[in-house]
């Protein structure tokens, strides 16, 4: 397919490019650090050839192929031509964001709308994209869900795909009743095929508390995204708010009872470096840690995000009403419970990177580890996710120093905390 379409080709090109370029500056700044596979493989790159040269080329010509194919319309009645522009949308997006999320790549999402401006009549509440449902399914569709569920995380904004939309996502492979709840169960002969599925629900469940953190207590999520001093004064109450937490929480726990067994680790080994520098190439498990092993890659994948989206609950939950009846030791418990857990999640994380798994999910696990990072307080913990983030953007050439820049930040100033700043004198 790629090879007879000038802008499925062109994306691909430019992607391809691009990868090997970041790779080609890695080899030669940070050569010895590479493991023996990746020495050999970036060995035999020509360094004659500027592949960032060609990595912008063929960028500026899917771009142009872009225009043209929005202009001329086609895309209106072919739905083959549909599942060329969004898989090329998919590959572009990817592209941008190989280097630190910014405007380029949300541009691309945000045009999406362009391809479909009328909401179809089955749509709850109408999507702000409307994905066509008989030409974008399956893996395009869910790239870019994951890509929107990302935007959403980073800017701190709610997502473009509408969650509401049961019969898009019902269209796309959720299974779901009518109500939006995920079934108990998944109606399939082959493993690998369930295993996507589950991954898939998780996907969505990720953008509900996307859509939950970024709402706030506004009774209009687009308040939150005003300035402080223009949003409305009333707001939701602290009960209501418990009460979409609880049911976030129930959700996410009948999704974890209801995976199949794959997704329990097949072998867990305990850290014995005590001491020195960590340094994962070499095979060994920091302090403190686990190395978590999946046979299946997407498993382990699934397993970060999901430990990642327990703690964005955790860290989010809301306060019971000061109205309630509660004591010192309760309250104080309940915070101590939730960081205790927290820091299980973390671990949980960075333990399945510990092994060094296969570069598809190295990439995904990103930015799980930027938030396992936030939840650490020990130095040695933060130098493990900053090894294990400058790790992949050596060896992959996906630029992971912006996520590694803040939790550097964070490791200076935890480090420098020795005095403690009391609130009350």
Avoid at 15 to 41: D, I, P
Avoid at 65 to 82: M, P, Q
Wanted: proline share 5%.
């Amino acid at each position: 397919m790629v090879a007879t379409k000038p802008l499925l080709k062109s994306a691909v090109c430019a992607l391809a490019a691009k990868h090997l370029g970041h790779c080609q500056h890695g080899k030669s700044s940070q050569f010895g650090k590479y493991s023996y596979e990746g020495r050999t493989a970036f060995s035999r790159l020509d360094d004659k050839v500027d592949w960032q040269y060609q990595s912008v080329k063929h960028y500026g010509s899917a771009i142009k192929h872009l225009k043209v194919a929005i202009n001329r319309g086609a895309f209106e009645t072919d739905d083959a031509d549909k599942e060329e522009l969004f898989a090329s949308i998919t590959i572009l997006c990817t592209y941008e964001l190989m280097d630190a999320p910014g405007t380029a790549w949300s541009a691309h999402l945000s045009a999406l709308p362009l391809f479909n401006p009328n909401p179809s009549s089955n749509s709850i509440l109408g999507s702000p994209i409307t994905i066509p449902r008989a030409a974008v399914s399956g893996p395009i569709f869910w790239s870019l869900a994951r890509q929107d569920l990302l935007c959403a995380f980073i800017s701190e904004t709610q997502t473009r795909l509408d969650l509401k939309d049961i019969r898009l996502w019902q269209n796309a492979g959720l299974v779901t009743d009518e109500c939006g709840s995920l079934m108990p169960f998944y109606i399939s002969n082959a493993a690998d095929v369930e295993e996507d599925a589950r991954s898939n629900e998780l996907v969505w469940l990720l953008g509900k508390i996307a859509n939950h953190i970024a709402a706030g207590d506004a009774l209009n999520p687009e308040h939150y995204s005003l300035p402080p001093g223009q949003r409305p004064l009333v707001g939701v109450t602290q009960e209501q708010l418990l009460e979409r937490w609880n049911l976030l929480i129930r959700e996410l726990q009948d999704w974890r009872c209801n995976l199949p067994a794959s997704f329990i680790p097949s072998a867990r080994t305990c850290g014995t470096d005590m001491a020195g520098t960590f340094d994962n190439s070499e095979g060994h498990c920091p302090p403190n840690f686990e190395k978590i092993w999946y046979e299946a890659s997407i498993c382990a994948a699934t397993m970060q995000s999901y430990h990642m989206a327990c703690i964005l609950l955790l860290t989010n939950q809301p306060q019971e009403s000061t109205a309630v009846r509660s004591s010192v030791s309760a309250r104080l418990d309940s915070y101590r419970q939730s960081e205790r857990e927290a820091l299980r999640h973390a671990r949980e994380i960075c333990g399945i990177s510990l092994t060094n798994p296969p570069d598809s999910v190295r990439v995904h696990s990103v930015q799980a580890l930027f938030v396992a990072g936030q939840v650490f307080t020990d130095s040695q913990d933060l130098e493990v996710v900053l090894e294990l983030l400058s790790g992949i953007e050596r060896d992959l050439g996906w630029t992971t120093s912006h996520h590694a820049s803040r939790i550097a930040d964070l490791l200076a100033r935890r480090s420098s905390d020795n005095v403690p700043v009391w609130i009350f004198e």
